[in-house]
């Protein structure tokens, strides 16, 4: 059994700063790649960021240059620095992680947690 669980999330005002962090606990042979995701009210889940094995990061355009993702392979876990937040940054955020057990290689998903930016 494996678990992604999330923390860091809160109210801050715009401008503001938060660092989320998805800890992966189980069964874990290897972690592959992870990323966060956000759902925006009434929005679908949006992929904002994923880093793979190997610290390569990608971002999407609206959090490029304010988010950065980063890992701790030795902890199971991804973090996401988020900067500058803006109003339009508010959502549940998810994290996600492909990941290797004994008997398969499945991709989890955390529980979510709330971001909301006020003015």
């Known amino acids: 059994q494996v678990q992604l669980v999330e923390s860091g999330g809160g109210l801050v005002q715009a401008g503001g700063s938060l660092t989320l962090s998805c800890a992966a606990a189980g069964s874990i042979l290897s972690i592959k790649a992870m990323a966060w995701y956000r759902q925006a009210p009434g929005k679908q889940r949006e992929l904002l960021a994923g880093?793979?094995?190997?610290?390569?990061?990608n971002y999407a355009d609206s959090v490029k240059g304010r988010f950065t993702i980063s890992r701790d392979n030795a902890k199971n876990t991804v973090y996401l620095q988020m900067n500058s937040l803006k109003l339009e940054d508010t959502g549940v955020y998810y994290c996600n992680a492909v990941i290797a057990t004994m008997n398969s290689l499945n991709s989890y998903w955390g529980q979510g947690t709330q971001v909301t930016v006020s003015s």
């Open positions: 880093i793979t094995t190997g610290g390569t990061t």
